[in-house]
């Protein structure tokens, strides 16, 4: 029992100073971070005091000695506790403020007394330990304030802020709840025999053991240290100290001198394994705080095209329907000069809607939320039912245009809606760019689908290619050649495709070259 009993508390000891220097060292300019430190300060005086005194002193003065200091360490424990839990909880109330006065104050008095036989009187023997403290008169008013008073106040306001408490420091709390019960709870078991009451065996020693891990992780929630790095440099510290001991003991010098070199060996393993760590670490948030910063430029995105397509488009919508409508005989005959002009306004709100149109489909197939309705399809019927329609667009131009197909089977599934919007963006793009010549589509079906479109328009610039297909991709002078251009058709047309595990790229010699666009889709 009392092997098992020193040990624990030295293992207490050890984890409240590096869980609490850790703290310390990543977040010093944080309240939180250096209350924690103090609250595992007092803590690690409380348990190293106790190894000393459990490591049987030398001398009865000694054992009194390390018995007042363990006691001073437990007279900061409460009132440390008790800040941290403020600051934690938030609690800047005047009676929260007027109540930790007063705890300071009273724990002044209690540590000017720390030392005198009035707080602890001397020790003495009890049940399998050679020493172990006496209270002396005072020390029961310690018990009754700081144990009874502040402890039992931050408990109290912890088990309200967790029933009050939705969101994700309630997890919180209850860490910081449980951490209490065991690390308050398991040390007051000693408070027995203390008074030379042996009914109560000191066993919370264990539960006080298991407080440093329980607060430490609550900390961790709030981000006060990284884990990784505590276990890390914990790790290396107990090496180098191993290979410190094993040189002490050295009585060769041929050991001398090995240990020695693997001591030297150990020290820069250790501090390029903590570098190594550390920049693990902060690329780990460089990446948290890029994908932080792109989940709100998405949110943002998707907020606008939500309000594109509920106020723009239906504004649009609106405005077309005025036009169409005053170019019928319903509001009697129109003046003679006014027709041109409705018949204009009437396209170029026809013109808004499909621009608008282009912009909401294209971020829709992009990021994966337009809806497909799978079925049964003939790939070539359909291109030649687009084609037919986008022919007439072409010849307005003075551009040739043709449509190729070779025999074969061209039955597939997917979404010939979409899919045909796709085909149409393909050779609107196409007819946009060329200037003049030609523009031919082929079919080809082997165990693939390929479609290409090739062009004798203005071709692609290296630079070009690689914005073409994503959100607001033109190119530098797309603007100058098609003043309607959105930036979005392309994206739809990936979108659309990848949606169907096909692919479509481009190819180009460069500008004024023309342009070849390809497009691949699976069979049935």
């Known amino acids: 029992m009392l092997e098992i009993y020193k040990w624990s508390v030295l293992i207490t000891a050890i984890f409240f100073t590096s869980f609490g220097g850790f703290a310390f060292y990543r977040n010093p300019k944080d309240s939180r971070s250096r209350m924690f430190a103090l609250v595992s300060v007092a803590f690690a005086l409380w348990s190293y005091s106790w190894f000393g005194l459990l490591n049987d002193p030398a001398s009865e003065d000694r054992a009194v000695f390390f018995a007042k200091l363990l006691n001073l360490g437990a007279i900061f424990i409460p009132i440390f506790y008790l800040h941290w839990v403020q600051i934690t909880l938030d609690m800047k109330g005047t009676f929260d403020k007027v109540f930790l006065f007063l705890g300071y104050l009273i724990t002044t008095g209690f540590v000017f007394f720390s030392f005198s036989d009035l707080f602890i009187s001397g020790v003495r023997s009890i049940g399998v330990f050679k020493y172990w403290p006496v209270a002396g008169p005072i020390y029961t008013i310690f018990i009754l304030t700081n144990y009874l008073g502040f402890v039992l106040y931050s408990f109290i306001e912890l088990v309200i802020n967790y029933f009050r408490t939705n969101n994700d420091n309630k997890y919180t709390i209850g860490y910081l709840l449980l951490g209490s019960i065991l690390g308050f709870g398991g040390g007051a078991t000693n408070f027995p025999y203390m008074y030379g009451n042996d009914f109560l065996q000191p066993y919370g020693i264990f539960l006080v053991m298991a407080s440093p891990f329980i607060f430490s992780y609550a900390a961790i929630q709030y981000k006060l240290f990284n884990i990784k790095i505590v276990t890390t440099q914990f790790f290396v510290g107990a090496l180098n100290i191993v290979f410190i001991i094993n040189l002490l003991i050295s009585d060769q010098v041929s050991e001398i001198y090995l240990n020695s070199l693997f001591l030297g060996f150990v020290v820069v393993f250790s501090i390029l394994l903590i570098k190594s760590v550390n920049r693990e670490i902060e690329q780990r948030e460089k990446i948290q705080v890029l994908a932080d910063d792109l ?121 010939e809606t979409q899919l045909g919007e796709a085909v149409k963006n393909l050779i609107d793009n196409s007819v946009n760019y060329t200037m003049e010549g030609s523009i031919d589509v082929s079919l080809k079906a082997s165990d693939k689908i390929t479609m290409t479109i090739k062009d004798t328009g203005v071709g692609i610039s290296a630079e070009d290619k690689t914005k073409l297909f994503k959100s607001g991709g033109r190119g530098a002078e797309s603007l100058k050649i098609n003043v309607n251009s959105t930036g979005y058709g392309l994206a739809f047309v990936k979108g659309v495709v990848e949606a169907h595990k096909g692919k479509v790229w481009a190819e180009s010699e460069g500008r004024d070259k023309g342009s070849v666009f390809m497009l691949e889709l699976p069979k049935n």
């Open 295 to 415: 989940q709100k430029a998405n949110l943002g995105q998707s907020n606008l095209i939500h309000f594109m397509n509920h106020q723009v488009k239906g504004k649009f919508g609106n405005a077309k329907n005025i036009f169409a409508e005053l170019l019928t005989e319903d509001y009697g005959n129109m003046p003679a000069d006014a027709i041109p002009l409705l018949q204009k306004g009437l396209e170029e709100t026809n013109m808004g809607v499909d621009y608008v149109q282009s912009i909401l489909h294209g971020a829709s197939a992009e990021n994966g939320t337009l809806p497909y309705e799978m079925t049964d399809m003939n790939f070539r019927e359909m291109v030649e039912s687009v084609f037919a329609k986008q022919k007439e667009f072409a010849e307005k131009k003075g551009l040739k245009i043709s449509l190729d197909v070779d025999s074969g089977d061209y039955l597939m599934k997917g979404d």
